[in-house]
């Protein structure tokens, strides 16, 4: 059990620009989550995976964010025409499908808009 | 819809001191309720949790009474510790509507003097 892995852990990149961050979670994990938190506040829930089915995405924070996760194991984020304001730490986490479990947390990648 | 209220931070203690930190929510349905704290420079990881009325959280030192008449769920700590300095989060999970959606607060930051 490695844990949960983000890659990349910073990523800075200029206003207009594409991002993608990647999360690989616990290996017998189902559920996969995606968080954003910025400074001073809680994780802000954006989308979750159960296998393979995103269950849950209409908290995306707009239509230029997207998740996927085409093998039910790995998951990508993506953020299009990045914006200042999308400059937070992007977090993973995973969790057993066997009911209200406790989520395990990725490092998160901290994105930089310029 | 669910939501998680923390109490206002930083919460400044000195070694020894007795801790609350104030955790009330708002859920439909009957919610896992969980601490999770957040070291310097580290990812969120579950302190402890409890996953129904009147049932008691402890590790660490640390415990909470899940409180369905004042819908709350309170941390406590008899005697903190400098290495107890971190950002605590009081988080929820229901399985209303077939949706997993763990919902965090803001978190509350407690600074531990020697």
């Known amino acids: 059990d490695t844990g949960v892995s983000q890659d990349p852990r910073h990523k800075i990149t200029k206003r207009g620009q594409n991002v993608t961050f990647r999360c690989d979670p616990i290996?017998?994990?189902?559920?996969l989550y995606w968080y954003r938190q910025t400074l001073g506040q809680g994780p802000e829930f954006l989308t979750y995976f159960q296998n393979e089915a995103q269950l849950e995405k209409s908290r995306l924070l707009s239509d230029r964010f997207s998740a996927e996760r085409p093998k039910g194991s790995f998951s990508t984020l993506e953020i299009q025409r990045t914006e200042q304001g999308d400059s937070a730490m992007y977090l993973c986490?995973?969790?057993?499908?066997?009911?209200?479990?406790?989520?395990?947390f990725g490092s998160g990648t901290q994105l930089s808009v310029l | 819809g669910n939501s998680v209220t923390q109490m206002e931070g930083p919460v400044t203690l000195s070694e020894e001191a007795f801790l609350t930190i104030n955790c009330t929510y708002t859920?439909?349905?009957?919610?896992?309720l969980f601490w999770y704290v957040q070291y310097p420079g580290e990812g969120l990881q579950l302190l402890l949790k409890a996953t129904k009325a009147d049932d008691k959280g402890s590790n660490k030192g640390f415990e909470a009474t899940y409180r369905k008449e004042t819908t709350s769920f309170h941390l406590e700590k008899g005697s903190v510790q400098v290495s107890d300095s971190a950002v605590y989060f009081c988080?929820?999970?229901?399985?209303?509507?077939?949706?997993?959606?763990?919902?965090f607060g803001r978190g509350t930051s407690l600074i531990v003097h020697p």
């Open positions: 290996s017998e994990h189902n559920r």
């Open positions: 986490a995973s969790s057993l499908t066997s009911g209200l479990e406790k989520l395990f």
């Open positions: 988080a929820l999970l229901t399985s209303s509507g077939g949706s997993y959606i763990p919902t």
């Open positions: 859920a439909t349905g009957y919610p896992s």
